[in-house]
C-alpha cells in the first residue's frame, strides 16, 4: 500500500469505536464491516493523514482508491471517494474503467451516489467522449452502473443535457429496483430546480413512471 493508505490505516484503526460500528453496520444492513467512526471525526482524522502532503498525481490517486477498496472496512472507501472529489477535476479518461470497479465492488448507495455525482459526473463533464459509456451503462444490465448514469449530471443544472438525462429515466421508467426508481425520482428533482415545467410535463406524460419516482420527482414543486 501507499505511504497515504499505510498512514490512513493507523490513524483510522487508533479511532476504532467497536460499539459505534456494529450500529453503523446495522444501517447498512449489516452488509459491510465498519471501524466505527462518525463522519466529523473521520474527516477531522482524513486531514491530519493529508495534512503536507502534495496533491496525488492521478496514478496515485486511483491507486489509493484501489488500495482502500481491498480493505474491509467502509470509512475507507469513504476516505477514497473523497478523495477523489477533491481531484476530479484532474482526472483523464484513462480513469474511468478504475471508477466502474469501484463503483461494482461491493456496491450500495453509500459509495456508488458519490461516486455518481463527484467523480464520474466531472469525468463526463470534462471529457464529453464518455458519453456513450453513461449510454451503454444506462441501457445495461447493472443496477449500480445504471443508476451511475442517470444520477451522472446530478449537479448539472443549466449545464444538463435534458433529452439525455429524459432519455434514461423514460427508458427506465417500469424498472422494478427501489434504487432505480430512487434514482429516477432524485434526477427529476434536482432538474427540476433548473426547469420544472420539463420534469411537470415529463411526469404528466409518462404514466408508466412508479409511484416513488413520480413523488420524489414533484416533491418541491407546487
Known amino acids: ?61 486511483l491507486a489509493e482508491a484501489r488500495a482502500c477498496w481491498a480493505l474491509p472496512q467502509r470509512e475507507y472507501r469513504y476516505f477514497a471517494c473523497e478523495r477523489l472529489r477533491r481531484h476530479a477535476k484532474t482526472l483523464s479518461v484513462e480513469a474511468l474503467p478504475t471508477v466502474r470497479h469501484l463503483i461494482v465492488t461491493e456496491p450500495w ?21 464518455l458519453v456513450s459509456t453513461m449510454d451503454e451503462w444506462a ?14 449530471q446530478l449537479s448539472y443544472r443549466g449545464r444538463t443535457d435534458t433529452d439525455r438525462l429524459l ?18 425520482g432524485w434526477a427529476l428533482r434536482e432538474y427540476a430546480k433548473t426547469d420544472p ?16 419516482s413520480a413523488r420524489e420527482a414533484l416533491k418541491n414543486l407546487k
Open 109 to 129: 448507495w453509500d459509495t456508488v451516489d458519490a461516486l455518481a455525482a463527484h467523480v464520474v459526473g466531472i469525468l463526463v463533464q470534462r471529457h464529453p467522449e
Open 197 to 212: 415545467d420539463a420534469v411537470r410535463r415529463f411526469v404528466q406524460t409518462h404514466t408508466t413512471l412508479s409511484g416513488l
Open 1 to 61: 500500500m501507499s505511504a497515504v493508505v499505510d498512514n490512513l490505516v493507523e490513524v483510522y484503526g487508533e479511532a476504532a469505536d467497536p460499539v459505534r460500528a456494529v450500529a453503523m453496520a446495522a444501517y447498512m444492513r449489516d452488509q459491510f464491516p465498519f471501524l466505527g467512526i462518525a463522519s466529523p471525526a473521520r474527516r477531522d482524522l482524513s486531514r491530519r493523514v493529508l495534512a503536507g502532503r502534495p496533491a496525488p498525481d492521478e496514478a496515485a490517486l
Open 167 to 184: 432519455r434514461y429515466c423514460e427508458a427506465r421508467a417500469t424498472h422494478t429496483d427501489f434504487f432505480i426508481r430512487k434514482a429516477i
Open 139 to 152: 441501457g445495461g444490465d447493472d443496477l449500480w452502473l445504471t443508476r451511475t448514469a442517470i444520477l451522472h
